[in-house]
């Protein structure tokens, strides 16, 4: 992995199961996922002012000392480890963790591409672990894995309680070998195990249809490293077309780079229009990032946007810009709800912080945090649809753009 010398900018989506989309995180400037700024320490921290009580802390150490079984003991850096992860969890906040040297380590693997796993993003709601989106044509997507589903257990671990990176580590293993899931779904009474063989995983990107009646499809899967590249090709295909009736379809993408969601949002908005918003509270001034404005659309584009709830992140500040523009109509049922930013810091050479540090708004202000975007149409999916195979959030958007 790249060192930490500079300030990197990253947004994470939730953690991909096996994949986690923290590949890419540390690729640079220009190439930004969703975890944000990677920062380089110097020299160590060896005091804070605070007006906590330490004294417990040490009574503790010390009891361990003395009572605990001398050939069970851990060793002194492990437990300043687990009370660095003791200290995060006490913020109550599933996106900030801090990585031991081994989990370090896998985070760099996954970063660098060599994962195996299942092939789906997860993501806390309501304090419970829950799929995000599977990706298409991996392993959770043959096995029927569907946005919305919470994971109950593990094999035979228990989720709640588990941070995401824990539960990812669980999910994650070598290919060929079995995870079993136990899953409770809205529209079952009980829940259900799933068992999923973990492959090699590959990230899919972009599909694009010319429909009989004139729509264009574009279909993005995931807001990957080349998606900018493909989105643009897709639009140029788009364009020799003829056709001005454009459907972009978001369900299920969970994410993925910053820089990525603003080159495909500026192919609809004039230079300087808001895109997305970085709000720090009251730490610091917010950070803006604007339309590069690409703009080769007139007013005349009929445009509708495919939301559910596998939408998250990078395709939550899509919709949301274009949204807030009124450059696109959304249809479809609310998104994850997937809105803070968060920063990864190394503290020391083998070990690294992920703090959630902003929130992300729409132009008009409203926070993508936990409630998502509601779909200017709104469409439920029912069991009944799914037995027929029918999609009434597609026909709803075909619907608008023929009127």
């Known amino acids: ?74 060793t002194d850096q492990d437990r300043v480890y687990g009370a660095i992860s003791g200290l995060m969890g006490s913020l109550n906040d599933p996106y900030s963790v801090f990585f031991s040297p081994d989990e370090a380590k896998s985070f760099e693997e996954e970063i660098a591409g060599n994962f195996t796993g299942i092939g789906m993003e997860v993501g806390m709601k309501d304090k419970v672990l829950t799929v995000i989106a ?14 919305g589903d919470k994971i109950l257990k593990i094999d035979k671990t228990v989720t709640s309680g588990l941070s995401i990176e824990k539960a990812i580590k669980l999910i994650r293993g070598e290919k060929g ?16 195990e799933v068992k999923i063989v973990r492959d090699v995983i590959n990230i899919p990107t972009l599909d694009t249809e010319l ?21 643009h090709n897709a639009i140029q295909k788009f364009s020799e077309s003829g056709a001005d009736k454009l459907l972009l379809d978001l369900r299920g993408n969970p994410g993925g780079y910053l820089d990525a969601a603003v080159d495909i949002a500026s192919w609809f ?35 509708v946007i495919l939301i559910n709830g596998g939408s998250a992140s990078a395709s939550e500040i899509v919709a949301g810009a274009m949204q807030d523009n009124g450059r696109a109509k959304l249809v479809g049922s609310q998104s994850f709800g997937k809105g803070s930013v968060q920063e990864a810091i190394k503290i ?47 026909d709803k958007a075909v619907e608008i753009l023929l009127k």
């Open 134 to 147: 599977p990706l298409k044509n991996t392993p959770a997507d043959r096995a029927n894995i569907k946005p």
């Open 211 to 231: 429909r009989p009646d004139g729509i264009f499809v574009i279909k993005l899967y995931s807001f990957s490293a080349n998606s900018a590249s493909l989105f």
């Open 1 to 74: 992995m790249e060192n930490f010398s500079k300030k990197r900018h990253i947004i994470t989506v939730v953690f991909l199961v096996a994949l986690a989309f923290a590949w890419g995180v540390y690729v640079g400037d220009h190439n930004r996922p969703e975890i944000d700024k990677v920062m380089g320490v110097s020299g160590k921290e060896t005091a804070v002012t605070t007006k906590a009580d330490f004294s417990p802390f040490w009574k503790v150490w010390n009891t361990i000392n003395e009572k605990y079984p001398t050939a069970s003991k851990t």
């Open 269 to 303: 908005l004039r230079s300087g229009k808001v895109i997305v918003t970085e709000d720090y509270g009251n730490d610091k001034a917010p950070e803006i990032y604007r339309s590069r404005g690409y703009n080769v659309f007139n007013d005349k584009l009929k445009f």
């Open 348 to 394: 020391t050479p083998d070990t690294l912080l992920k703090i959630t540090v902003a929130k992300w708004l729409t132009p008009n202000g409203t926070s993508i945090s936990e409630k998502g975007l509601t779909p200017d149409y709104p469409v439920e999916i029912t069991r009944k649809d799914l037995d027929n195979k029918k999609d009434p959030q597609l």
């Open 177 to 192: 070998t079995t995870v079993t899931l136990t899953i409770f779904r809205e529209e079952n009474k009980d829940p259900i």
